[in-house]
C-alpha cells in the first residue's frame, strides 16, 4: 500500500480538489439558482448548508480517503471487513458515471462557444439572436456530440498522465489562472453603471423569500457545488500524504469554492442589471443573456473569451475528479491498468454523454418520467444519489468506524492540536445526517 501514488505537494492536494468542487456549480448553477431564489436570502441559507453539512461532510470523505489511501470500496472494505458497506461504491460509480455524462454534454457546449469567441463569431447579435443561436446549436445532433466527445478527449489525456503528471499539474495551472480571470471580470463588472443595484441583489436578504423549495435548492447546490456524497474527495484524499491537516483543507475547499460562486454573482448581475435583463433567466444566462451583454461592452472579443475560458477550465478540472473515482475503483478493485480503466471510463461517458447532448434535441421525446436523460441523470444524481452519499459518509464516520482511527486522522496521529474537532465531531453525528434527510425527504416527496 505504501507505493500508492500521492500528490507530489500539500499545495498540488489543495489545488486538485478546489478544482474539482469549483465548476459549472459556481458559475453557472449558482447564479441562476441565486437569481430564482431571491438573491440574498438564497445565499445565506447557502452558507449555512456549507457550514453545518459540507464541511462536516467533506471531512467524513477526507477520513476515510486519506486513512486508508484506498478506493472507495477498498476503503468501505478496510474499515468494515466483512461487511457489506463497499457494494455500494456501485452507486457511486453510477452516479459519478451519471454525472459525467450531463456535464459533458455541457461541456460541450462550452468547447463551442469557446471556439466561437475565440474565432470573433460571438459578437454583434441582439439577445433574441443569441437565444435562437443557441437553441439552433443545441438541437444540431452533430455539432453537441462531436464537441462533448471532444471534451471528453481532453479529459482523458489529462487522466492518462495519472495523479501527479496529469491531475496535479492541471490543477496548477488552470486554478490560479481561473481565479485572475474571475477577478478581472469582477472588477470588470463593478464599474458597470448599475453594478450597486447588480450588489445589492446578491447580498441583501430577503426573507420573505426563504421557503422549504430555497432551502432544498440551497442543499442541492451545496452537495454539488462542493462535490459531496459521490466519493469524489475521498478518492483524491487517498492521495493526500499524513502531514495535510484534514480540517483545515476542508475549510479552505468550502472557503475558496464560495468565494467563486461569490465572484462569479458579482460579474453577472451587475451586468445583468445595467443591460436591463432579469436575473431569474433560468440555465441560459450564461449562454445566451451573458453574450448579449458582453457584446454591449468595449473589448466584448476579450471579455467573452475570457468568460469561456474560465468555464473551461471550471469544468474540465471538474470532470477530471469525477472520472477519478471510477478510475481508481476499476484499477484497483478489478485489477485493471490505468490507461485501460481511463479508457473504460471515457467510452461509458462517450456514449451516456452524446445521449444527455442529444436529449436537448432529436432525443428530446424519449422520456422517462416525463424526464429527458439529461434531466433524468441530473435530479437523480444530485437530487437523490448525492445526499444518500452525504448521509452514509457522515453517519459511517460519526457512529461506526473506530474512534481512535478517526482521532488519528483528524489530528495527524497526534501532531495537531484538536480546536474545532469537537464542533465538527457533532455536525457529523447529529446534524449533517438529520438535516439532510429532512431536506432529502421533503424534496422527494414534500411537493
Ligand atoms: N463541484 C462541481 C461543480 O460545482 O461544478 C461538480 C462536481 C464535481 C460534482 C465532482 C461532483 C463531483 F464528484
Avoid at 7 to 30: E, H, K, Q, Y
Avoid at 39 to 45: H, S
Avoid at 282 to 289: K, S, Y
Wanted: hydrophobic content about 55%; glycine content about 8%.
Amino acid at each position: 500500500m505504501s507505493e500508492r501514488v500521492q500528490f507530489a505537494t500539500r499545495v498540488g492536494a489543495i489545488a486538485a480538489s478546489v478544482g474539482s468542487a469549483v465548476g459549472l456549480g459556481n458559475i453557472w448553477r449558482f447564479p441562476c439558482e441565486a437569481g430564482e431564489h431571491g438573491g440574498g436570502a438564497f445565499l445565506l441559507i447557502y452558507l449555512a448548508c456549507v457550514l453545518l453539512m459540507g464541511i462536516p461532510v467533506i471531512v467524513a470523505e477526507f477520513v476515510i480517503g486519506r486513512g486508508t489511501h484506498r478506493n472507495v470500496s477498498g476503503a468501505l472494505q478496510q474499515l468494515a471487513p466483512g461487511k457489506k458497506f463497499h457494494w455500494l461504491s456501485w452507486m457511486w460509480i453510477t452516479a459519478s458515471l451519471m454525472i459525467l455524462s450531463f456535464y459533458s454534454a455541457v461541456c460541450g457546449w462550452i468547447v463551442e462557444y469557446l471556439i466561437q469567441a475565440a474565432s470573433g463569431h460571438m459578437s454583434g447579435l441582439t439577445l433574441e439572436q443569441y437565444h435562437e443561436r443557441f437553441n439552433a446549436f443545441v438541437a444540431n445532433p452533430w455539432r453537441c456530440s462531436l464537441w462533448t466527445v471532444l471534451f471528453l478527449l481532453i479529459n482523458y489525456y489529462v487522466l492518462r498522465h495519472g495523479v501527479k503528471r496529469g491531475i496535479e499539474r492541471v490543477a496548477n495551472v488552470m486554478m490560479p489562472l481561473l481565479f485572475i480571470i474571475l477577478i478581472i471580470l469582477s472588477v470588470k463588472a463593478l464599474t458597470l453603471d448599475k453594478a450597486a443595484e447588480g450588489i445589492r441583489f446578491l447580498f441583501t436578504p430577503d426573507f420573505s423569500k426563504i421557503t422549504p423549495r430555497v432551502v432544498i435548492g440551497a442543499m442541492g447546490q451545496a452537495f454539488f457545488s462542493l462535490s459531496l456524497g459521490l466519493s469524489c474527495l475521498l478518492t483524491y484524499a487517498s492521495y493526500f500524504n499524513n502531514s495535510n491537516r484534514l480540517v483545515r483543507s476542508a475549510t479552505i475547499i468550502a472557503v475558496l469554492d464560495t468565494v467563486v460562486a461569490v465572484l462569479a454573482g458579482i460579474v453577472i448581475f451587475p451586468a445583468v442589471f445595467t443591460y436591463g435583463m432579469t436575473p431569474q433567466e433560468g440555465p441560459t444566462l450564461v449562454f445566451e443573456v451573458l453574450p448579449a451583454i458582453f457584446q454591449q461592452m468595449t473589448g466584448s472579443y476579450v471579455w467573452n473569451l475570457l468568460f469561456f475560458i474560465l468555464l473551461f477550465f471550471a469544468s474540465l478540472t471538474s470532470t477530471i475528479s469525477m472520472s477519478e473515482i471510477s478510475i481508481t475503483f476499476f484499477s484497483e478493485e478489478y485489477k485493471m491498468s490505468r490507461n485501460g480503466a481511463t479508457a473504460l471510463n471515457t467510452g461509458i461517458a462517450v456514449v451516456f454523454g452524446v445521449l444527455c447532448a442529444l436529449s436537448f434535441g432529436v432525443l428530446n421525446d424519449l422520456r422517462i418520467f416525463g424526464l429527458t436523460l439529461f434531466e433524468l441523470f441530473d435530479f437523480v444524481s444530485s437530487n437523490i444519489l448525492l445526499p444518500a452519499g452525504g448521509i452514509f459518509f457522515s453517519l459511517f464516520v460519526g457512529w461506526y468506524v473506530d474512534r481512535r482511527f478517526v482521532r488519528d486522522q483528524l489530528t495527524n496521529f497526534s501532531t495537531v492540536t484538536p480546536r474545532v474537532h469537537g464542533i465538527i465531531g457533532f455536525c457529523m453525528r447529529w446534524v449533517a445526517p438529520v438535516a439532510i434527510t429532512i431536506v432529502f425527504l421533503y424534496g422527494l416527496f414534500g411537493h
